[in-house]
């Protein structure tokens, strides 16, 4: 029997369509932690961008930032409750890189300097990977319109793009999770990260003490 008892934060990470989400609302009742949703439903250049409008990509990256930013202001977090975000802060930068030109990618570099000092650092992280082949399934499969140009090889970019970020990653401990095997819309997937999770959590908090 999992006994959640850590506080903090944890974030989640990986590829479009890797499962982020459905693994965060699981472990939302199974760890008692509030969930902080990647606001992808509210921008409104989302589905230009990923459908290739040049135009687009800079203001559907600064809305990401800027949302992201407020979401994890410092302030709104507290001691004694665990939260988890089906996202990395740093998923803008990624995004940004690849979607950018270098005058818009410069306007965007000013931009989160000035917000990157206001937010809350995760405690841990989760990497989830899978190929782009199950990614794409899992993307046509849920059917949002959106969605649908997204490719294969955008998602291998995305890919060689996370896996540059974490092969150098010291921030806060990192927990690498292969999805290729794993159904987190089943209970007994989630509780077998959960229990991770508690072994990770708990490794920081004796850490700390």
Not at 1 to 6: E, G
Not at 25 to 33: K, P, Q, R, S
Not at 89 to 115: C, G, K, P
């Amino acid at each position: 029997m999992i006994q959640p008892q850590h506080k903090g934060l944890i974030s989640i990470a990986g590829l479009i369509g890797v499962g982020k989400t459905t693994l965060a609302d699981g472990l939302a009742g199974i760890l008692n932690a509030s969930v902080v949703y990647e606001p992808y439903k509210e921008n409104p250049f989302l589905a230009r961008q990923f459908s290739g409008c040049p135009e687009a990509a800079l203001p559907s990256e600064l809305f990401f930032l800027l949302n992201r930013a407020n979401q994890l202001a410092v302030e709104n977090y507290h001691n004694s409750s665990l939260y988890i975000t089906d996202y990395i802060f740093q998923n803008n930068r990624i995004f940004a890189t690849l979607s950018l030109d270098e005058r818009q990618l410069a306007i965007y570099d000013e931009v989160e300097a000035a917000v990157v000092p206001v937010i809350n650092q995760p405690d841990l992280v989760i990497y989830l990977y899978d190929s782009p082949e199950n990614c794409r399934k899992r993307i046509i499969s849920r059917g949002r319109a959106f969605e649908s140009s997204i490719s294969c090889h955008f998602l291998a970019r995305l890919g060689e793009k996370y896996d540059e970020l974490f092969n150098n990653w010291n921030s806060c401990p990192l927990l690498k999770i292969n999805c290729q095997e794993l159904d987190f819309r089943t209970r007994g997937a989630v509780v077998q990260v959960a229990g991770q999770i508690n072994r990770c959590l708990a490794s920081i908090t004796e850490a700390q003490t």
